[in-house]
């Protein structure tokens, strides 16, 4: 499906209605859209349910009622075209960095020589080169982060479904995380779905962010980034605009608390 501007749409929800059993809706006639190559972050408190929103879109979850589109299709199951990372740490302790970023591959049955192939491209987008042969007990905190970004990338789905992936990072490894992650999508061109309650780390990613609260769930605003692709997020925070969304966004999360 192309939209106005030229853009594909990758991913849409319609009209969705979701609750748990035995609770209130957390979602009733939501929608949400994510273009082909477009960073979106979800931003809100936390228990808000930004997380069901993101495992109705990796197909973890139906809807009660609506519908998930991926890539123009109604999606039925799991969405087996999207790569998915959340904060906790899935990596299979008796695998190799390389054992455990190949396993999309081998449960895709790519080809031996494309195999290797996309294991290397994926080890040296995200530095991990020099640390194939190791054990995940060998890494630290954020060569972990980066073994499973690597993973997640690695059969080239068109978009990313990020769950607070650096929230058990201390802040200056969430930083080198940040300009890592945009490096690495500014060069295989997916999109992103990044849930996050951290208005920094929204403002410093997303190339649109959704502000959500409420109950029922409800888009309380959409707010564009200006900084384009190749952001510099040092020169990001210098910028008095910057100090702006902060205060907006603090004041938006203020609100959808109460």
């Not at 853009?7 to 949400?32: K, T």
Request: a negative charge; charged letters at 30%.
């Amino acid at each position: 499906m192309t939209i106005s501007g030229g853009f594909s749409m990758l991913l849409e929800l319609r009209d969705i209605y979701f609750r748990y059993h035995g609770e209130a809706p957390i979602l009733e006639g939501f929608d949400l859209e994510v273009q082909d190559g477009e960073f979106v972050a979800l931003l809100g408190p936390s228990g808000c349910g930004k997380s069901t929103l993101l495992n109705l879109a990796a197909g973890l979850l139906d809807p009660l009622s609506g519908e998930v589109d991926f890539e123009g299709k109604e999606l039925k199951g799991l969405n087996r075209n999207a790569g998915y990372m959340t904060q906790g740490d899935t990596l299979l302790p008796w695998m190799t960095v390389t054992n455990n970023i190949a396993l999309p591959l081998e449960l895709r049955n790519f080809p031996k020589a494309e195999r290797q192939q996309k294991i290397e491209r994926a080890l040296r987008l995200v530095n991990l080169w020099d640390a194939r042969d190791k054990f995940p007990s060998e890494l630290s905190g954020g060569m972990k982060r980066r073994a499973l970004l690597a993973r997640s990338i690695i059969y080239d789905p068109p978009m990313l479904l990020m769950d607070e992936p650096f929230g058990a990072l201390d802040a200056q490894m969430r930083e080198t995380m940040h300009q890592e992650l945009l490096d690495t999508v500014g060069r295989t061109g997916e999109g992103v779905l990044f849930v996050t309650h951290d208005i920094a780390e929204s403002i410093l990613l997303a190339d649109r962010i959704i502000v959500l609260g409420g109950k029922p769930l409800k888009v309380m605003e959409e707010i564009h980034i200006k900084w384009g692709k190749d952001r510099d997020l040092d020169q990001i925070r210098k910028d008095p605009e910057y100090t702006a969304l902060e205060t907006r966004l603090r004041d938006l999360l203020r609100a959808a608390h109460s």
